[in-house]
C-alpha cells in the first residue's frame, strides 16, 4: 500500500504558492482578477496531478494477462 504522504506535501505546497500569491500580488485595479486568476490556476494543476497519481496508484481494473501469441 501507498501512503498519503505525497499528496498531503504536495496540497502544503500548493497551499504555499496560493498564500504567497494572495500576499506578493501588487496593487492595483486588476488585484482581486490576478488573485483569482493565480488561485484558480494553482487548484486546477494540484487536482489534475492529484487525479492523475491518484489513478495510477489505485487503478478501477486490475491488470489482466495478455493473449499467449501462438
Do not use: D
Not at 33 to 55: D, E, G, K, N, Q
Amino acid at each position: 500500500m501507498s501512503s498519503a504522504l505525497p499528496t498531503l506535501f504536495v496540497l502544503a505546497l500548493v497551499l504555499i504558492l496560493m498564500a504567497c500569491s494572495w500576499f506578493f500580488t501588487r496593487k492595483g485595479p486588476n488585484q482581486t482578477l490576478i488573485r483569482t486568476s493565480l488561485m484558480l490556476a494553482f487548484t486546477c494543476c494540484y487536482l489534475m496531478w492529484m487525479v492523475t497519481y491518484m489513478a495510477q496508484i489505485h487503478p478501477l481494473e486490475r491488470p489482466r494477462k495478455g493473449m499467449t501469441a501462438e
